[in-house]
């Protein structure tokens, strides 16, 4: 199944929607318990995924995108040594 040609436009709109998503989502979930969040994210996420599908081939192209975004950003992401031993 080949990628759909997305109009410029559509992915600004897509960004700004975007980080209007990821504001909410932080002040949300800035005082909850994190594998509480992870696990109603992932949920969120899926179902709104399934959701917009009618055929299987659609569930497997968001699963791949979604697959590739989060590889993509966990590569991105630059993690620091913590600054001193937890344990100390």
Partial sequence: ?????????DLQD???MTQKLENYICNVLKDTDRQLAMSALMSASINCMLGQCTKV????LYRNLFIEILDS????????????PPFS
């Fill in 1 to 9: 199944m080949k990628s759909p040609h997305i109009p410029h436009d």
């Fill in 14 to 16: 897509v960004m700004e």
């Fill in 57 to 60: 081939e659609e569930v497997m």
């Fill in 73 to 84: 950003t966990i590569r991105s992401i630059q993690i620091k040594p913590p600054e001193k």
